[in-house]
């Protein structure tokens, strides 16, 4: 069998920011000129001095500067975005091709050893992705030190009636209170231990499933990613596209539609298409998953009112954030 060679990747619309780049110089060197010409006395004020003559220059400047920071890394981002695209339609491919057509155990070996390296790729180009846009687009300052102390839920939020239990007078005696679990603890939580030798996430994972809306929300992650890992979903291999902290607002808010549609960003194909066919063809997988959706829903509208932004961020990040994205997509609960 025959190397696969490395996809070419389609940049659409390639140059586009050099163009657009090249007319906001233009515009900007317009105003420029049309300022010292129009304005009297403005070129004798400029040069009147070496400060004023630096000032002028840096107030000309600057902005092209920006201008051509902005289309150099935007440019970037575009081709590597194309390139991870490229790998992953290939990944799906060659999945595809290992499932419809019966192989020998030695092309097997080959077609899987070429799978892995063209998996490794894409996992290099995500990074690559990931930080040119954090050192461009943080590059004002870096993100404030998490707090350690905030509670991750303001208010315990409201638990859903249950009519099969009578309300009992019964008086119970006061006990000690009990410290509200923190917004790093949170996050912690979410994400679940990494492994057995995890003990500082199996005692975040304790407290957590103390908190009664929690426990619950952890406790339907759990069960769906159980589910999930059936059929060799795992949420470590996603690497889905972050939405802005807006959108996450937007969404406990109660927006739907165009405004969350960010939330979807899952593009492992093969994930969505196995999720999609679970939920439509597996009833108690379909019923998990609507759980897990309406438990997730219910603790981010808590959670959002105490988050900083920097915070809603690393919840995204965690396993079982990554899971709500992937299910809601599946769902279209983002539609």
């Known amino acids: ?34 300022y010292v010409l129009g ?14 003559l630096l000032l002028t220059f840096s107030i000309m400047f600057f902005p092209l500067t920006i201008i051509w920071t902005v289309a150099y890394v935007a440019g970037n981002v575009r081709r590597v975005r194309a390139e991870s695209e490229g790998l992953r339609r290939t990944l799906d491919e060659i999945r595809v091709s290992m499932a419809a057509q019966p192989k020998s155990q030695d092309k097997t070996k080959e077609l899987q050893r070429q799978l892995d ?46 009519l099969s239990q009578s309300k009992l007078p019964l008086a119970t005696p006061d006990g000690p209170e009990r410290m509200p679990i923190t917004i790093v603890e949170f996050i912690k939580a979410l994400n679940f231990p990494d492994n057995a030798e995890d003990k500082e996430g199996f005692r975040v994972l304790r407290r957590a499933f103390e908190e009664r809306d929690l426990g619950r929300l952890l406790q339907a ?26 959108v996450w607002r937007k969404f406990a808010a109660g927006k739907r539609g165009t405004d969350v549609s960010a939330l979807g960003g899952i593009r492992d194909r093969s994930a969505l298409t196995l999720a999609k066919t679970r939920m439509k063809n597996d009833p108690v997988f379909r019923d998990a998953a609507h759980h897990f959706l309406r438990r997730f829903d219910q603790v981010l509208v808590a959670f959002e009112e105490q988050a900083e932004d920097n915070e809603l961020l690393e919840m995204a990040q965690t396993r079982s954030a990554r899971a709500f994205m992937l299910l809601g997509k599946a769902a279209g609960s983002f539609d």
Request: glycine share 4%; with cysteine.
């Open 221 to 246: 992650s759990q069960d769906i990613l159980t589910l999930l890992s059936q059929d060799g979903i795992y949420m470590d291999d996603l690497r889905p596209d972050q939405p802005r902290p807006a």
């Open 1 to 34: 069998m025959a190397d696969l060679k490395s996809p070419q990747p389609v940049v659409k619309n390639e140059g586009a920011e050099v163009r657009i780049a090249l007319a906001l110089t233009m515009i900007w060197l317009l105003i420029c000129a049309l």
């Open 117 to 162: 390296e063209i998996a490794t790729m894409t996992l290099q180009t995500d990074v690559r992705v990931t930080e040119l846009s954090n050192h461009t687009f943080k590059a004002q300052g870096d993100n404030p030190p998490p707090r350690t102390n905030a509670a991750a839920l303001g208010e315990t939020v409201e638990p859903e009636p249950d």
């Open 39 to 52: 304005v009297p006395n403005a070129l004798e004020a400029s040069t009147r001095s070496l400060l004023a």
